[in-house]
């Protein structure tokens, strides 16, 4: 059974630095393209970050450019989101994605105040 | 960035209704390969998004068969067959073939 697993989430203050975790089970994770999708509260899904299999390519839609990373690690089937400079907006639940978005998370919450 | 439109917005079934929902695409969602990257996911309520259709037409294994999709190009259409109450929630399209993968902004579906 595929399963996902989000963590890291939490409350942090703009400005400041969170990184997000996904261990992922039930599969050859090396053999998937993985992304990060979020959900700002009472409202839709916002495609975040995708990796390749090895690692080598990263896609970022504008709104997290330069501010997000995701990185992945084969070995421990686990994907990653690093998030800089954090703003009110990037408050959201934050899923982990097997690509192309056919398995899901739970999703772990992130709020940005002060 | 690729705009996908869907219609309605909110949609009030009772059950055992047949009812449609429409995903258009600013542009063709036909890859280079051959392949439309289109798929339909439904998110229950305090639920994560689970995958109903992917490649237009074709059914995630589990799934209901009273889900079908299809469509090509640009013009999209998720049609449920006999409505039922686990049913309920809001549904999205989302595709892969252009980068960035961008979502639907979903219909919520009712009962009335």
């Known amino acids: 059974e595929v399963q996902l697993v989000e963590s890291g989430g939490g409350l942090v203050q703009p400005g400041r630095s969170l990184k997000l975790s996904c261990a992922a089970s039930?599969?050859?994770?090396?053999?998937?393209?993985m992304a990060w999708v979020r959900q700002a509260p009472k409202k839709g899904l916002e495609w975040v970050a995708t990796?390749?299999?090895?690692?080598?390519?990263?896609y970022y839609p504008d709104s997290v450019k330069g501010r997000f990373t995701i990185s992945r690690d084969n070995a421990k089937s686990s994907l990653y989101l690093q998030m800089n400079s954090l703003k009110s907006e990037d408050t959201a639940t934050y899923y982990c994605?097997?690509?192309?978005?056919?398995?899901w998370g739970q999703g772990t919450l992130v709020t940005v105040s002060s | 960035d690729v705009v996908l439109t869907q219609t309605p917005p909110t949609l009030s079934a009772t059950i055992g209704q047949s009812v449609s929902i429409s995903c258009r695409s600013s542009?063709?969602?036909?890859?280079?390969?051959?392949?439309?990257?289109l798929n339909w996911l439904l998110q229950r309520p305090g639920q994560p998004p689970q995958l109903l259709i992917y490649?237009?037409?074709r059914l995630e294994s589990g799934v209901p068969n009273r889900f079908s999709g299809s469509g090509s190009g640009t013009d999209f259409t998720l049609k449920i067959s006999g409505v039922e109450a686990e049913d309920l929630g809001v549904y999205y399209c989302?595709?892969?073939?252009?980068?960035?993968?961008?979502f639907g902004a979903g219909t919520k579906l009712e009962l009335k």
């Open positions: 039930g599969f050859t994770f090396s053999n998937y393209y």
């Open positions: 989302v595709q892969s073939t252009h980068a960035p993968n961008t």
């Open positions: 542009q063709s969602l036909l890859h280079s390969n051959g392949n439309t990257y």
């Open positions: 994605a097997r690509h192309p978005f056919a398995y």
């Open positions: 490649l237009v037409s």
């Open positions: 990796i390749s299999t090895s690692g080598s390519r990263t």
